[in-house]
Nanobody, 124 residues
Framework: VQLQAFGGGLVQAGGSLRLSCAASGRSLHTYAGGWFRQAPEKEREFVSAISWVGGTRYSDSVKGRFTISRDNTKNMVYLQMNSLTPEDTAVYYC???????????????????WGQGTLVTVSS
């Protein structure tokens, strides 16, 4: 499975962005999808995950502001980010791996496939 994340950019605090993750090589139908982010000099951290039947999980820092979704017909996973703050500035990575229907893994080590990352910069 090859993943490509896109949709990052520069946005003012309070603004919104929608990240997309396009998968190729295999259907994501039985794959959980995840979003992680990595700020400068920090470890990669979990943002959100979606199971292949649509169950979701969010980190406390983004809950209520970000929404993860997927379109299995298009082999896509999305992350809608609202009410952005400068603390959300990071490179965002999408990830995927096969799991049971309701699983929403939240650890970096739980994903085998990764996209290249897309930079999100939130100005104050």
């Amino acid at each position: 499975v090859q993943l490509q994340a896109f949709g990052g950019g520069l946005v003012q605090a309070g603004g919104s962005l929608r990240l997309s993750c396009a998968a190729s090589g295999r259907s994501l139908h039985t794959y959980a999808g995840g979003w992680f982010r990595q700020a400068p000099e920090k470890e990669r951290e979990f943002v959100s995950a979606i199971s292949w039947v649509g169950g979701t999980r969010y980190s406390d820092s983004v809950k209520g502001r970000f929404t993860i979704s997927r379109d299995n017909t298009k082999n896509m996973v999305y992350l809608q980010m609202n009410s952005l703050t400068p603390e959300d500035t990071a490179v965002y990575y999408c990830a995927a791996d096969q799991y049971r229907d309701w699983d929403t893994p939240s650890r970096v080590s739980e994903y085998q496939y990764w996209g290249q990352g897309t930079l999100v910069t939130v100005s104050s």
